[in-house]
């Protein structure tokens, strides 16, 4: 399962994601927000990172208006690895080297077509491994030190 969020900012974009996955026959889970209304972005950063790091969803998307909140938010969850992607390089690489399991991205930044690509590219990259591996390892000592 893909778990996804926005904020008040993102909403018509998330919509649009939403779309693209399940035309890709990806099962996408909607954690809110579900109204333009404005809302605190870390609450819906919180929500989709915790089910990343409880295993109930394999790797999700956060937008906001820039997707740097949603990724500081996030990033505050233990185990969650969150990259804020505005290319398609940057996002291939999150995946290859960081092994990124939480995407990011801006609303306000990017056009939907410019999103899904880079989504796309996110969801079909794999870790690569190897060196990488005692790296990102090295994310959860630094998070074991805290
Ligand atoms: C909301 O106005 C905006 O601050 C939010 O969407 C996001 O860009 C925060 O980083």
Known sequence: MIAIACDHAA?????ALIEHMRGRGL???????????SVDYPAYAEKVALA????????????????????IAAGKVRGTRCACCSD?????????????NILCM????LGE???IMILDAWL??????????RR?????EIEGRQ
Not at 88 to 100: E, F, G, I, P
């Open 52 to 71: 990343v790091q409880s295993g109930e969803a394999e790797k999700a998307v956060l937008v906001c208006g820039t997707g740097i909140g949603m990724s």
């Open 113 to 115: 077509g410019a999103a």
């Open 124 to 133: 079909d990259t794999e870790f690569e491994g190897g060196r990488h591996a």
């Open 106 to 109: 801006g609303a306000r930044v």
């Open 11 to 15: 909403l018509g974009f998330k919509a």
């Open 88 to 100: 398609v390089y940057s996002a291939v690489l999150s995946r290859q080297h960081n092994d990124a």
């Open 136 to 140: 990102v390892s090295m994310y959860a």
């Open 27 to 37: 099962e996408v889970r909607d954690y809110g927000t579900h109204t333009p209304d």
